[in-house]
């Protein structure tokens, strides 16, 4: 430890800083490239006279930029800095066909920089890259930094690539928008969080096996990874079991000032099966720990034609700005009454009081899914309801452990549990 810290502390000593006015060439067009660096190691500046944010990791010599609009990036750089800091080099990324020029046989193109007073530097052909599949599978299980912790962090991947190869879709929750080049096989994304990026991901698909996916990630802030230790990261994914029919629905924001709701909503001939929901602290301070959670469970018409799953949420702070969305797990409906929705008689807690609770399928029944909702209409209490235990047990029922909290045993909720039953095949 003390050898690597003296090692970095070395390289700060040198060419930490980027800052700087670079002449940049990229895939033969020449430019300049306007760099500012904070003492952390966020970038901001310009690139061919456009927005630039990105970071610079001095001990990695690695920094990634991003070319346009915070909110719609169209070009990622990944550039290797030479030891003595006057020069860039590597490849840079085409996020979108329409402003940004990629093609579903190619999004990526090596550029190199140097410092002012010297002319762009040459580069050579673009490195030839293996085809790979014509499409992205939908859905995947990522397998996110293996080759630091010899076994995974697991998350789930939905992504949906379209025309000219562009890819939207969901990576550990949150929203992405990138491209996908068959011809060569390279898939790129960054992944958003409230309306900004935060990390940029790199990989090639079909390289280990079919499908699969395998390469780098980026972050850009210090909050996500990013340090003057280091920006690079592995990632590879692979593609999940088909589920017939199987779709995730986001709902619309609710905005919690003081009650948020979000509704989302499956589509015509699918019911939803699950729900669950996302809050978000839009001002990045602990105001969230006055949120109330009111009820995340599919809406009691889920297993009619008003398919949908609820999120709500409140806030006694009248001035947040917290958010909460809900999240359908829609599956086709198939004919006839197959699922029902069951739910229990509220049960009242006072403060500092539990309740086991418990709702029952019908005879033939198991629950699929179950949920939560408080009828509490006072906005005076934060937090006060805890489900401590919700399982379903082999009989066909859903059992729960509810706790109010709250230390004012005035503090009422009146609290139900729901379930999903399917029948037993």
């Given at each position: 430890m003390i050898a690597s810290i003296a090692a970095g502390t070395a390289w700060a000593q040198g060419t930490a800083s980027l800052a700087g006015i670079w002449k940049i060439n990229g895939n033969g067009w020449p430019g300049d490239l306007v760099?500012?660096?904070?003492?952390?190691?966020?970038?901001?500046?310009?690139?061919?006279?456009?927005?630039?944010?990105?970071?610079?990791?001095?001990?990695?010599?690695?920094?990634?930029?991003?070319?346009?609009?915070?909110?719609?990036?169209?070009?990622?750089?990944?550039?290797?800095?030479?030891?003595?800091?006057?020069?860039?080099?590597?490849?840079?990324?085409?996020?979108?066909a329409t402003d940004a020029g990629a093609t579903p046989g190619r999004n990526s193109f090596s550029f190199a920089a140097r410092r002012s007073g010297a002319a762009a530097p040459a580069i050579g052909p673009p490195t030839q890259s293996p085809a790979?599949?014509?499409?992205?599978?939908?859905?995947?299980?990522?397998?996110?930094?293996?080759?630091?912790?010899?076994?995974?962090?697991?998350?789930s991947m939905s992504l949906v690539d379209g025309a000219n190869g562009a890819v939207t879709g969901i990576a550990f929750g949150d929203p992405v928008a990138g491209h996908?080049?068959?011809?060569?096989?390279?898939?790129?994304?960054?992944?958003?969080?409230?309306?900004?990026?935060?990390?940029?991901f790199i990989g090639r698909v079909g390289t280990a096996a079919p499908?699969?996916?395998?390469?780098?990630?980026?972050?850009?802030?210090?909050?996500?990874?990013?340090?003057?230790?280091?920006?690079?990261?592995?990632?590879?994914a692979t593609?999940?079991?088909?589920?017939?029919?199987?779709?995730?629905?986001?709902?619309?924001?609710?905005?919690?000032?003081?009650?948020?709701?979000?509704i989302a909503a499956c589509p015509p001939g699918k019911v939803a099966v699950g729900a669950g929901f996302r809050m978000r602290d839009v001002n990045l301070v602990w105001e969230s720990s006055n949120m109330h959670m009111n009820q995340f469970s599919p809406h009691r018409a889920a297993v009619g034609s008003d398919s949908r799953a609820r999120g709500t949420m409140q806030n006694p702070v009248s001035v947040s700005r917290d958010e909460v969305t809900a999240r359908a797990i829609c599956a086709p409906k198939a004919g006839g009454p197959d699922l029902l929705f069951v739910e229990s008689a509220a049960?009242?807690?006072?403060?500092?009081?539990?309740?086991?609770?418990r709702v029952e399928c019908p005879v033939g029944h198991k629950p699929l899914a179950?949920?939560?909702?408080?009828?509490?209409?006072?906005?005076?209490?934060?937090?006060?309801?805890?489900?401590?235990?919700?399982?379903p047990d082999g009989d066909g029922a859903l059992n729960a452990t509810v706790r109010n909290r709250s230390v004012?045993?005035?503090?009422?909720?009146?609290?139900?549990?729901?379930a999903i039953c399917a029948p037993v095949g």
């Open positions: 760099i500012d660096q904070a003492a952390d190691g966020a970038l901001s500046g310009t690139i061919y006279g456009e927005t630039m944010r990105g970071f610079h990791s001095s001990s990695q010599r690695l920094a990634v930029l991003l070319r346009g609009p915070l909110a719609a990036p169209i070009q990622a750089f990944i550039a290797e800095v030479s030891a003595d800091g006057h020069s860039l080099s590597g490849t840079f990324y085409l996020l979108n790979g599949p014509t499409a992205l599978a939908r859905d995947f299980t990522v397998f996110n930094r293996p080759a630091e912790f010899g076994q995974a962090q697991r998350f996908y080049a068959g011809g060569t096989g390279t898939l790129v994304f960054v992944r958003m969080s409230g309306g900004l990026p935060y990390q940029v499908g699969e996916i395998s390469g780098e990630f980026y972050p850009l802030t210090r909050g996500v990874g990013a340090s003057l230790g280091r920006i690079r990261y592995d990632w590879s593609p999940a079991a088909a589920i017939t029919g199987y779709q995730l629905v986001f709902g619309d924001v609710g905005r919690i000032a003081p009650l948020g709701v979000s049960v009242q807690l006072r403060g500092q009081s539990s309740a086991d609770m179950f949920g939560f909702r408080d009828d509490t209409t006072s906005l005076a209490m934060g937090n006060h309801a805890l489900v401590q235990d919700m399982t004012i045993q005035s503090d009422r909720i009146d609290v139900r549990i729901s």
